[in-house]
């Protein structure tokens, strides 16, 4: 059974950092595309980044540009998300997502996304 099982999240202050984790079971990592999103109160859940299976990041919220940061490590079956520099306009439910992909593509869109996590509470305060 494909499962993905986000921690990390908390409450912290604008500035801050936090490392959310990702972990994954049921399935070969480096098979697999892994996207973060992430919806704030009242919006729609937006997509933030994407690691390829080949361990190639992009992002695609101009937002996190030289804040976030992703990666994996296929051995430990985890992907990342380091956020530095938190601001208040981060605050949202995280989620890492899933999608079969065995040729090193990203992933933008949240319904080309197969196996979902139950997402992680970020929130920063001013």
């Known amino acids: 059974q494909q499962q993905l099982v986000e921690s990390g999240g908390g409450l912290v202050q604008s500035g801050d950092s936090l490392t959310l984790s990702c972990v994954i079971s049921?399935?070969?990592?480096?098979?697999?595309?892994i996207g973060w999103f992430r919806q704030a109160p009242g919006k729609e859940r937006d997509g933030a980044f994407c690691?390829?299976?080949?361990?190639?990041?992009?992002y695609y919220d101009e937002s996190v540009k030289g804040r976030f940061t992703t990666f994996r490590d296929n051995a430990k079956n985890t992907v990342y998300l380091q956020m530095n520099n938190l601001k208040p306009e981060d605050t949202a439910v995280y989620y890492c997502?899933?999608?079969?992909?065995?040729?090193?593509?990203?992933?933008?869109?949240?319904?080309?996304?197969?196996?979902w996590g139950q997402g992680t509470q970020v929130t920063v305060s001013s």
């Open positions: 690691i390829s299976s080949r361990g190639v990041e992009i």
């Open positions: 997502a899933a999608v079969t992909d065995y040729s090193g593509n990203w992933h933008f869109l949240w319904d080309e996304y197969e196996f």
């Open positions: 049921g399935f070969r990592l480096d098979d697999y595309a």
